[in-house]
Nanobody, 127 residues
């Protein structure tokens, strides 16, 4: 499984970025997938998940600002990030739970459900 993140970069606080995760093989994007982030000196944090039914879950700190979505035809998982804050600065990773994983477990944010990870992409938000 190959996961490739794009769309990161630097932005001022209040701005927006959209991350994309190209998924190969295409079938994986249709099951439980998620975005995580990690800042230096901090533990990895689950940001948003989407399961096969389209149900999404967000960490409290990004609710109302971030939106996870996918394009099955293009095999891409997106993370639209609006109203960015300096505390959103981190390396962002997409992750796939695998074929047949229709629902993301309640513990998805720990990362233990996910066997395949992208290489990560940096997001810097300046205040």
């Amino acid at each position: 499984v190959q996961l490739v993140e794009t769309g990161g970069g630097s932005v001022q606080a209040g701005g927006s970025l959209r991350l994309s995760c190209q998924v190969s093989p295409f079938t994986y994007v249709r099951y439980c997938m998620a975005w995580f982030r990690q800042s230096p000196g901090k533990e990895r944090e689950g940001v948003a998940s989407m399961d096969a039914t389209g149900t999404t879950t967000y960490v409290d700190s990004v609710k109302g600002r971030f939106t996870v979505s996918r394009d099955n035809g293009k095999s891409i998982l997106y993370l639209q990030m609006d109203s960015l804050k300096s505390e959103d600065t981190a390396m962002y990773f997409c992750a796939a739970a695998g074929l047949g994983k229709i629902y993301c477990d309640d513990t998805w944010a720990t990362g233990s459900d996910f066997g395949d990870w992208g290489q990560g992409i940096q997001v810097n938000v300046s205040s």
